[in-house]
């Protein structure tokens, strides 16, 4: 029997818009710090075992932030196919996973996390949620019964959604 692979899609916290920094550079607000900190207060209780961050500043300080939440992972990966990416880049970076990984966290962009997750669930409760809007520092945990080289189109479950305000 397979031990069932979880990923936990985290969107960045709430950008600034008052700066000059083109759009790979551009930081977080103090909002987005916040909501990414109360994100990793909740998702502490999770034993992570590899995260995917885009490299974009505001999705590098949401991993800070998650961080001093009380997030931790020993095998964290900056991967510049989680900025523009499409849902067949990330969920290939997925697919290439160690099967010892059973947690994983992906901290990215819209539209291609909103995406990604309504790609790889099935019909939920929670789904129609996300059709509507995935928004800052917004979390989804999706469930795959099966090795990472069979996660595809409507393989996992999503089991949870939520959006946590500081």
């Known amino acids: 029997m397979t031990t069932p692979r979880t990923i936990v899609v985290v969107r960045h916290g709430k950008s600034s818009w008052k700066t000059n920094d083109p759009d790979i550079g551009r930081p977080l607000s103090s909002r987005g710090t916040r909501d990414a900190v109360v994100a990793g207060q909740q998702l502490a209780r999770l034993t992570f075992d590899v995260a995917l961050v ?6 590098q300080q949401t991993w800070s932030a998650l961080q001093m939440g009380g997030v931790s992972c020993a095998d964290v ?3 510049d196919a989680l ?32 995406d990604l997750i309504l790609t790889l669930s099935g019909p939920s409760a929670d789904r129609a949620a996300i059709e509507e809007k995935f928004p800052t520092s917004g979390v989804a945990v999706l469930v795959h019964d099966g090795d990472w080289s069979g996660l595809a189109p409507g393989a996992a479950r999503l089991a949870a959604f939520e959006v946590p305000r500081g």
Do not use: F, M
């Open 54 to 59: 885009s490299p974009a500043t505001r999705a």
């Open 77 to 79: 990966r900056t991967t």
């Open 83 to 114: 900025y523009h990416a499409w849902t067949p880049e990330v969920t290939g970076l997925l697919r290439e996973l160690p099967d010892a990984a059973r947690t994983v966290l992906v901290v990215g962009h819209e539209p291609t996390l909103s």
